[in-house]
């Protein structure tokens, strides 16, 4: 049997067998966290480093014990079931902490990133409502000067330190008398149904002020396809993904399908400017098994002399995001001799595509739809398109597969436009090949239409990616008078290259010949940076938008 039939079938199993099973009342605090902790007394469930290089490990009773301790005191400043709570600390214990805290309170958790500026926070407090805000001594200060105009904000939570105006999580602790850790205050605790709103992720986008997606108790559930069938995680594997504790990327792969299979999470406490070379030591020294970062970070560390490192243990790669290009899969496979399996998904959603155990790995496709989810593509006019031509990606609602978001709180409009007939509209677009695995073309607005061609960004910056001389680039339609809109490119050069005209018209020739003369680049300009959003997605839009006023100015 070849292992391309082998691969198919094995999906085909997963399609057939594979079920999410969600109970009427569902709560992964007390349900996963606390079940680990009675089942097994010494299961380690996290291993923290900082750039120190200063260690701590954590059972699943270390977590029960000291979020129970969290929710005690959450409840005694009037923490209670459908209260909503800003959560915005780096990579530090106290963010797992508080989190399962806060759910098994049955209180909605809002997870934001700690770039945020006080601008941002202000907005994000006003627009979901927040009663409480959880934060460092560091990221304080930018709370500060904002929360008088936040109507609702009644109550500022400090985990390290004290600050005036702030409750301190550690003067709690000890005073006036020691919280107990051993169990929540039970009468004050309702259960959870699995439908009762549990987590608000504020989307990132490239444009307009960021949404809120809301999600339901039964969302932890639904990462049983990201952990099990996408990273491949078993009871005793180390995991390791690089998402910030602000993004669901860390819902992903730093807390729920990891922790409901009962696998060590590990986790890297890096602040100010990251170096991914850093990472490959620490993947040696802690045997990381199952390892998941963007392409981003991939294409840092095919940058280094990945044989000088022991990977052994390194069973499999995943990566998520954005498209990862095929040139990058080949280097990674040429170094550590593992493969990269790529996923896809959004801040509302799970995995609901990828290459999944048992599958054949095609660099360059997000992979198949996942176990539970029917998805197609459809045109303008919610019609299936053809197989290999480009569509939109459309996620069918009967069933509701488990995992998918509920709505945009406060967002009429974004949901009117996201829900129609019957389906999810993710924004991206797609082509499905005659195996039945997808290809990501790009978001609707990133497509670019030039001299009657329509062409995918990310296919110009994979043949660009292809040269030697290319570390990064991000592609963008840049008005011309004559074409109305040519392809433009923004390169980041490797070390050791400069600019010029000679590896300009070189570059181009290159991606003349890789793909289809049309879709080359016909300007390219040489940056030492690409501007991105805060989880690190190159934000094209704010390409596009410079090259216009460019235009306008007859620059």
Same mark, same amino acid.
């Given at each position: 049997m070849?292992?391309?039939?082998t691969?198919a079938?094995?999906?085909? @199993?997963?399609c057939?067998?594979?079920r999410?099973p969600?109970?009427r009342?569902?709560?992964f605090g007390?349900?996963? &966290?606390?079940?680990?902790?009675k089942k097994e ?7 923290w480093?900082n750039e120190?290089g200063e260690?701590?490990?954590f059972?699943f009773?270390d977590?029960r014990?000291?979020?129970n301790?969290?929710a ?5 400043y !009037?923490i209670?079931?459908g209260?909503?709570? $800003?959560l915005?600390?780096?990579r530090?214990p106290?963010?797992w &902490?508080f +989190?399962?805290? =806060?759910?098994k309170?049955?209180a909605? +958790? ?6 945020l ?11 979901g ?5 959880i934060t460092?001594s560091e ?7 904002v ?10 939570f ?9 409750i301190?999580?550690?003067r709690?602790?000890?005073y006036?008398?020691?919280v107990?850790f051993r169990s +929540?205050?039970m009468?004050t605790?309702k259960k959870t149904l699995?439908?009762d709103p549990? $987590? ?7 444009? !307009?002020?960021?949404?809120m997606v809301?999600?339901d108790h039964?969302?932890?559930l639904?990462h049983l396809v990201t952990?099990?069938l996408?990273?491949?995680?078993g @009871? ?9 504790? !602000?993004?669901a ?8 399908g990891?922790w ?10 890096v602040?100010?400017k ?8 620490l993947?040696e020294?802690y ?6 970062v963007?392409?981003t970070i991939?294409r ?12 052994r243990e =390194? ?5 998520a995001g954005?498209? =990862? ?5 080949r280097v990674w496979?040429e170094?550590?001799?593992r493969t990269i399996?790529e996923g896809?998904?959004q ?6 595509i990828?290459t999944y155990l !048992? $599958?054949?790995t ?5 992979g198949?739809?996942?176990p539970?989810?029917?998805?197609e593509?459809h045109?303008e006019e919610?019609r299936?398109?053809?197989q290999?031509? /480009? ?6 609602l009967?069933?509701r597969?488990?995992g998918l978001f509920?709505e945009?709180l406060?967002s009429?409009?974004?949901?009117? /436009? ?5 389906f ?5 677009k797609?082509y499905?090949?005659? /195996?039945g ?5 790009g978001?609707d607005?990133?497509i670019?239409?030039?001299s009657?061609y329509?062409?995918?960004p990310?296919e110009?910056?994979?043949?660009i ?5 290319v ?7 840049s008005p011309?008078?004559i074409r ?5 490119a923004?390169i980041?050069l490797?070390?050791g290259?400069?600019p ?6 070189? &570059?181009?020739s ?14 390219i300009?040489?940056v030492?940076?690409?501007?991105k ?8 839009n704010?390409?596009r938008q410079?090259?216009l /006023?460019?235009y306008?100015?007859?620059g």
């Amino acid at each position: 049997m070849s292992e391309r039939n082998t691969g198919a079938e094995c999906y085909e @199993e997963l399609c057939r067998t594979f079920r999410v099973p969600v109970p009427r009342e569902y709560n992964f605090g007390f349900d996963v &966290i606390d079940a680990w902790a009675k089942k097994e007394r010494n299961k380690l469930a996290m291993i923290w480093v900082n750039e120190k290089g200063e260690e701590k490990k954590f059972s699943f009773r270390d977590l029960r014990n000291l979020s129970n301790q969290a929710a005690n005191i959450l409840i005694k400043y !009037g923490i209670q079931k459908g209260d909503r709570v $800003m959560l915005m600390l780096p990579r530090v214990p106290e963010w797992w &902490i508080f +989190v399962i805290a =806060l759910i098994k309170l049955g209180a909605v +958790v809002c997870p934001c990133p700690t770039m945020l500026t006080p601008k941002d926070i202000r907005y994000r407090l006003n627009a979901g409502k927040f009663g409480m805000i959880i934060t460092n001594s560091e990221n304080a200060a930018k709370v500060d000067p904002v929360a008088g105009e936040c109507s609702t904000l009644t109550c500022r939570f400090l985990v390290d330190g004290e600050r005036p105006d702030w409750i301190s999580f550690q003067r709690e602790l000890v005073y006036p008398a020691p919280v107990s850790f051993r169990s +929540v205050s039970m009468p004050t605790v309702k259960k959870t149904l699995a439908t009762d709103p549990m $987590m608000i992720y504020f989307t990132s986008g490239t444009t !307009g002020e960021p949404k809120m997606v809301l999600h339901d108790h039964s969302y932890p559930l639904g990462h049983l396809v990201t952990a099990k069938l996408w990273h491949g995680i078993g @009871e005793n594997d180390v995991h390791f993904t690089s998402s910030d504790t !602000g993004w669901a990327k860390c819902a992903w792969g730093k807390l729920f399908g990891q922790w409901i299979l009962g696998a060590c999470i590990f986790v890297y406490d890096v602040r100010g400017k990251f170096k991914a070379t850093e990472l490959l030591p620490l993947l040696e020294k802690y045997e990381i098994s199952t390892f998941c970062v963007p392409p981003t970070i991939y294409r840092m560390l095919i940058l280094a002399d990945l044989e000088k490192f022991d990977l052994r243990e =390194l069973r499999r790669c995943t990566s998520a995001g954005e498209p =990862l290009n095929p040139e990058v899969v080949r280097v990674w496979m040429e170094g550590t001799g593992r493969t990269i399996s790529e996923g896809y998904g959004q801040t509302e959603t799970v995995c609901c595509i990828g290459t999944y155990l !048992g $599958m054949e790995t095609r660099p360059g496709s997000m992979g198949r739809p996942a176990p539970g989810w029917q998805i197609e593509l459809h045109d303008e006019e919610g019609r299936p398109v053809d197989q290999g031509e /480009e569509g939109r990606i459309a996620i069918a609602l009967d069933p509701r597969p488990v995992g998918l978001f509920i709505e945009y709180l406060n967002s009429p409009e974004a949901n009117a /436009e996201s829900f129609k007939g019957g389906f999810y509209y993710t924004g991206d677009k797609a082509y499905e090949d005659a /195996e039945g695995y997808f290809w990501f073309v790009g978001r609707d607005d990133d497509i670019i239409k030039s001299s009657g061609y329509r062409i995918g960004p990310f296919e110009v910056e994979s043949a660009i990616l292809e040269h030697p001389a290319v570390q990064e680039s991000a592609v963008v339609g840049s008005p011309d008078l004559i074409r109305g809109v040519i392809v433009k490119a923004f390169i980041i050069l490797k070390p050791g290259y400069s600019p010029s005209e000679a590896l300009l018209k070189d &570059i181009q020739s290159h991606v003349r010949r890789t793909t289809a003369p049309y879709k080359y680049p016909r300007a390219i300009e040489f940056v030492d940076e690409l501007p991105k959003t805060l989880s690190g997605k190159i934000r094209r839009n704010e390409l596009r938008q410079r090259e216009l /006023e460019k235009y306008r100015s007859g620059g």
